[in-house]
């Protein structure tokens, strides 16, 4: 007997969706919960789990293409057609509609079909298979393994080189005692090897300006090691043209949208945030025992933005006709960048969260975003956006206000530099770490005062650094 699975529900206004990927394929044995394919709608890319166990008999929905919700996608049985399965996956997933039947179809897609992979295998092997992998693994090992052997017979040979070798042994197990403190310290910290180094002192000791020459070389020998380190790989999309996802045709609308539809700037404010780098620095190793989760600087962020919202609800409001409204409580989006686009997961109710709070949600969020795990209802009902641009190395960026949202904050990279302070005794210059907060919003209802009051107030809660009661382990 056999079972239909249907496209379900998505999220309350999502009617239907695009099959992206099918993860099983005719003849694959599911078990309950087990993913069968991965589907695209407008609010969430998601996989579909078998509601039933059994053994797939027909795929009737082809990758690409999209159907309403309630549509059979798939029908699973007790497994009484496995023998006859193989013969039949392929045909049946190129064409949905005849599932059993065109055999005599099925030959041509399946032809197709692997037609790119070889192409794709031929372009990418090559190189690493023929230039990088035989030339140094092969004569690497060749010196290393005949070396050790002839060690005794070839004296002869490596005796030039043996007797220089010699020559400085000597000299150095002399100068040991001759070293200073002083230069020993400064060898230790610099990484030099004393018996490598060749004093130029009386009787051959080794002086200071002997470590440092050494250093010297070093550093100036291991610069053009570190350059090749830069380069970046070619992407092998240059010269190609590929669709837009769905995803990605959704955020471009919205984004159009939401510039057509509201006014836009954004307001920006340096903060120095030394005093939250310590205080990390001090919990940090507690705080990932404790919670299983790393402590960056992220959460301060949330927890400042959090606080500042209560305080100054129009920039966590939102435009309803000619109507303010004024959410409750403040539910803080959090960007995510995946391979298939952004994607802003929702933590609800952020005012009541701690820093170990903010820190879980954060890391379970961004986890499952990435994998695809998460729920429509998830990505829905933000009031208010916080973007981490300085993950990627940004020192600040100006983002994008997405309706119906009036506000979105974006945080740069935290970097250290020399920075004016001033006490009781003036103004003096010293290294401190900054970040850079840029605020964007909608300029209908929210001011340039509104703003600039609200990133004052984040602004002071980071500086003053008090987050000890608010750690939450």
Request: glycine share 6%.
């Amino acid at each position: 007997m056999s079972e239909s699975v249907n496209l379900p529900a998505l999220g309350e206004s999502v009617t239907e969706g695009t099959v992206t990927r099918w993860l099983k394929k005719v003849g694959d044995r599911v078990e309950v919960d087990e993913p069968l394919l991965e589907v695209s709608t407008d609010k969430v890319d998601t996989e579909i789990p078998s509601p039933v166990a059994g053994v797939i008999e027909a795929v009737l929905v082809a990758e690409d293409e999209t159907v309403e919700v309630g549509t059979t996608l798939v029908t699973i049985g007790d497994g009484s057609g496995a023998t006859e399965a193989p013969a039949a996956p392929a045909p049946v997933a190129e064409a949905p509609a005849p599932a059993p039947e065109p055999v005599a179809e099925a030959p041509a897609p399946v032809v197709e079909a692997p037609a790119p992979a070889p192409v794709v295998e031929a372009q990418a092997p090559a190189p690493v298979v023929e230039a990088p992998a035989p030339a140094p693994v092969v004569e690497a090992p060749a010196p290393v393994a005949e070396a050790p052997a002839p060690a005794p017979a070839p004296a002869p040979a490596p005796a030039a080189p043996a007797a220089p070798a010699a020559a400085p042994s000597a000299p150095s197990a002399d100068a040991a005692g001759y070293v200073t403190p002083l230069v020993r310290k400064l060898a230790h910290e610099s990484g030099v090897d004393l018996s490598a180094v060749t004093g130029t002192g009386v009787g051959g000791r080794i002086r200071k300006q002997d470590v440092l020459a050494a250093t010297s070389a070093s550093v100036s020998t291991a610069a053009p090691v570190a350059a090749p380190a830069k380069a970046l790989e070619v992407s092998p999309l240059r010269g190609t043209t590929v669709a837009m996802s769905r995803l990605r045709k959704v955020i471009a609308e919205r984004a159009v949208i939401s510039m057509q539809s509201s006014a836009q700037l954004t307001s920006v404010v340096e903060v120095d945030v030394t005093l939250v780098a310590h205080y990390r620095d001090q919990v940090k190793a507690a705080f990932q025992q404790k919670t299983g989760v790393k402590l960056s600087f992220l959460p301060f962020f949330a927890l400042a933005a959090a606080e500042a919202l209560t305080a100054y609800p129009i920039i966590n409001a939102t435009i309803e006709g000619d109507s303010i409204v004024y959410p409750a409580q403040e539910n803080i989006s959090i960007a995510v960048d995946t391979e298939r686009g952004l994607l802003t997961p929702v933590i609800r109710d952020a005012a009541k969260l701690d820093l170990a709070g903010f820190a879980a949600q954060i890391a379970d969020l961004a986890e499952r975003t990435r994998d695809n795990k998460l729920k429509p209802d998830e990505l829905a009902g933000g009031t208010f956006t916080l973007t981490n641009t300085g993950s990627r190395g940004a020192l600040f960026d100006t983002p994008i206000v997405f309706l119906p949202q009036s506000a979105i904050l974006g945080t740069g990279i935290v970097t250290k530099k020399p920075v004016v302070v001033s006490d009781a005794g003036g103004d003096a210059i010293a290294i401190r770490s900054m970040v850079y907060l840029a605020l964007s919003y909608d300029h209908r209802i929210v001011d340039g005062a509104d703003a600039a009051r609200f990133l004052v107030a984040v602004k002071d809660r980071l500086e003053g650094g008090d987050f000890a009661a608010k750690l939450g382990i």
